[in-house]
T-cell receptor
Framework: DTGVSQDPRHKITKRGQNVTFRCDPI?????LYWYRQTLGQGPEFLTY????????KSRLLSDRFSAERPKGSFSTLEIQRTEQGDSAMYLC??????????????FGSGTRLTVV | GNSVTQMEGPVTLSEEAFLTINCTYT??????LFWYVQYPGEGLQLLLK?????DKGSNKGFEATYRKETTSFHLEKGSVQVSDSAVYFC?????????????FGTGTRLTIIP
């Protein structure tokens, strides 16, 4: 297992276009998380899944954002009608959950989105 | 709500110097505390963690002690190396209350010069 994979690594798009990012978690991890990191800031929580169920969404996740995790495996994050303020690094992480001794996230390398 | 306040950077030190990066937190429950490190071009990596008061997390020569009385989790290393140059994030999770998300500080950029 090579860890958490995110695709693409970089995305440049024009304002108003739709974009979709993909995250492949570590295969045995049932939790999957999305975070957004803007320049000079720490990551901010967007949403998380336990298996295929989306259990929590941040108020940062406007109606233009949607995330899915069909079949509890990979996840996609779609942003519709992108705005310049959406420019950020989008981070995905997975975990086994917090009821194990080895809890904690494994993060992917992120997708850097630039909206021009 | 939960929040993490982290020492602002950037921090520049000479090799073999002593490092302290301050972190304080506010939490409604009894959080677990973490330090993550982000090397250039890479994802966040867990550096160390502590789950209860007076626990000391340690890894790669870095240490941090969970101080409930001062709501702090300061990161220390006795002798830094050039390879420690990275951005360091303090974070908390109140998962025992069913809140699994991480709340991060703003990060501290550390540069070690030879």
């Amino acid at each position: 297992d090579t860890g958490v994979s995110q695709d693409p690594r970089h995305k440049i798009t024009k304002r108003g276009q739709n974009v979709t990012f993909r995250c492949d978690p570590i295969s045995e991890h049932n939790r999957l998380y999305w975070y957004r990191q803007t320049l000079g800031q720490g990551p901010e929580f967007l949403t998380y899944f336990q298996n295929e169920a989306q259990l929590e969404k941040s108020r940062l996740l406007s109606d233009r954002f949607s995330a899915e995790r069909p079949k509890g495996s990979f996840s996609t994050l779609e942003i519709q009608r992108t705005e310049q303020g959406d420019s950020a690094m989008y981070l995905c992480a997975s975990s086994l959950g917090w009821d194990t001794d080895n809890y904690g996230y494994t993060f992917g390398s992120g997708t850097r989105l630039t909206v021009v | 709500g939960n929040s993490v306040t982290q020492m602002e950077g950037p921090v520049t030190l000479s090799e073999e110097a002593f490092l302290t990066i301050n972190c304080t937190y506010t939490a409604t429950g009894y959080p677990s505390l973490f330090w993550y490190v982000q090397y250039p071009g890479e994802g966040l990596q867990l550096l160390l963690k502590a789950t209860k008061a007076d626990d000391k997390g340690s890894n790669k020569g870095f240490e941090a002690t969970y101080r409930k009385e001062t709501t702090s989790f300061h990161l220390e290393k006795g002798s830094v190396q050039v390879s420690d140059s990275a951005v360091y994030f303090c974070a908390l999770s109140d998962y025992l209350s069913g809140n699994e998300k991480l709340t991060f500080g703003t990060g501290t950029r550390l540069t070690i010069i030879p």
